[in-house]
């Protein structure tokens, strides 16, 4: 609500043009609150409201502005001016937008940046998408372990205005070797002539560059830090990551999971960002596949058409089945999912796994083919071989559904795939052919079809 009031002002006091008590109303703001508001309005404004920002609160302001508008705006300064708030960002956030831009663009502004911001993206860009060394950050604060405390705090005063973090400082040798690291307060709290090394904690828990950006997430999880140093493979330390990436990468990662698992491709652009030709182009490759994957049940359907005819009453239970089989299917798939993806399951639970599945399958399908065959006498007064019917079906659809989404997210891990991919959608085609072959064989051995 606070932001609709303050998107109204800024609107109003930008449309009658009083530039100095708009810039006044701004700089009262809190930075990401303000990215916020200035996410609302078109190219042509977004680019007013950004001149009128000091040029440390426009760095600060750019840096939580969503991705669209950070490039219509770097690409609308002068190369002078663009190549400012590069060097005024953090390198990781630098770099995460220099990924999203055209080649020739990130040339120019690499080109009027300075030597030092240079390096430090040059050196990120080197690493994968999605590993550890393409989300940390260079700016931190590192200590020699023969320095006195004295020294330290001179040189966290000297580089701390321009690191991530002075919370946590981190103890190199000689050969920039991570040794351990110190909390600020110890820095705070100790004399001025005692050594670094006598008062660091040496057993420190660090990541490799090269680990995925999932695994970082689970270690922040596991030790519940705010910071955690970034090695190469010879563990001299070469970035730091901060809690705040690890919350993007969450965020990132539940929701291209939760596009995976609705069969839509994974897109890194806000909804209402999105044009329809996009959003179009992302749904359409699952659609066309599950379309196709579903003419199977219209072959079964067609293939037993003299028991249809026969029994006409066994189409009215094909939704009920079909729907159910689906459902449970989906329940499975989503718990192995998530299991998979915390590190709770592994590939060689898939015994353990089924067969828990399977024992759950029985009793779900049990009680659902319970309450179904009282339904069907005494509500849809259909005959007891019928009901026995449909309701043998139920236990069967159950159990199938029940093990193909736990064994197909289980599979897809074990082969490299996202289990993601292996979610409702396409366990639901797959349950759907099987349940109604069942259906069909079970209604061909108890009813006098010919």
């Not at 998107?7 to 009658?16: A, K, S, W």
């Not at 002075?166 to 190199?172: M, P």
């Not at 140093?229 to 990551?241: A, F, Q, S, W």
């Not at 990132?252 to 960002?273: C, F, G, L, Q």
Request: with cysteine; net charge negative.
């Amino acid at each position: 609500m606070e932001e609709i009031k303050e998107l109204e002002v800024i609107r109003e006091l930008l449309e009658t043009k009083q530039y100095a008590s708009l810039r006044r109303r701004m700089e009262a703001m809190n930075t990401a609150d303000l990215a916020a508001v200035m996410d609302e309005f078109g190219e042509e404004d977004l680019l007013k409201i950004f001149r009128l920002l000091s040029k440390d609160m426009a760095a600060d302001v750019f840096s939580y502005l969503e991705v669209d508008s950070q490039q219509f705006i770097i690409t609308s300064l002068s190369e002078k001016d663009a190549a400012g708030i590069i060097d005024n960002l953090m390198a990781d956030d630098a770099t995460d937008l220099l990924e999203e831009m055209p080649a020739n663009v990130v040339k120019k502004l690499l080109a009027n940046a300075n030597p030092e911001t240079r390096r430090d993206i040059n050196q990120l860009l080197r690493y994968p998408e999605d590993s550890a060394g393409s989300i940390m950050t260079v700016e931190y604060v590192d200590l020699k372990e023969n320095m006195t405390i004295e020294d330290a705090i001179a040189r966290i005063r000297k580089v701390g205005m321009d690191s991530e973090t002075i919370n946590i400082c981190y103890v190199l040798d000689a050969k920039r070797t991570l040794v351990g690291t110190v909390a600020l307060r110890y820095l705070l709290i100790s004399p001025g002539d005692a050594i670094i090394s006598d008062i660091m904690h040496e057993n420190v828990v660090y990541i490799n560059t090269m680990m995925d950006q999932e695994e970082v997430a689970r270690q922040f999880q596991k030790y519940d830090f705010t910071a955690m140093p970034v090695v190469d493979n010879e563990k001299r330390l070469v970035g730091i990551i901060t809690v705040d990436d690890v919350v993007d990468i969450l965020q990132e990662e539940a929701t291209e999971d939760m596009e995976k698992m609705a069969a839509i491709v994974p897109s890194d652009k806000p909804y209402m960002k999105t044009s329809v030709f996009e959003t179009w182009k992302k749904r359409m490759p699952w659609l066309l596949l599950l379309m196709i994957s579903a003419a199977f049940t219209g072959s079964i359907l067609t293939a037993f058409e003299g028991a249809l005819m026969a029994y006409g009453v066994l189409i009215a239970y094909i939704p009920m089945l079909m729907d159910t089989g689906g459902n449970a299917g989906g329940q499975a798939s989503v718990t192995i999912i998530r299991g998979l993806s915390l590190k709770e399951i592994e590939f060689r639970d898939s015994f353990r796994v089924v067969w828990k599945e399977i024992r759950v399958a029985l009793l779900c399908g049990v009680t659902l083919s319970a309450a179904n065959f009282l339904k069907l006498l005494f509500f849809d007064r259909v005959g007891i071989m019928v009901a026995l019917v449909v309701c043998i079906t139920l236990v069967a659809a159950v159990l199938i559904a029940k093990v193909v989404g736990c064994l197909l997210p289980l599979l897809a891990k074990k082969i490299g795939f996202d289990p993601a991919v292996m979610a409702s959608p396409f366990i639901t085609t797959i349950v759907d052919v099987l349940s109604l072959l069942v259906y069909f064989q079970v209604a061909a051995w108890l009813l006098p079809i010919g």
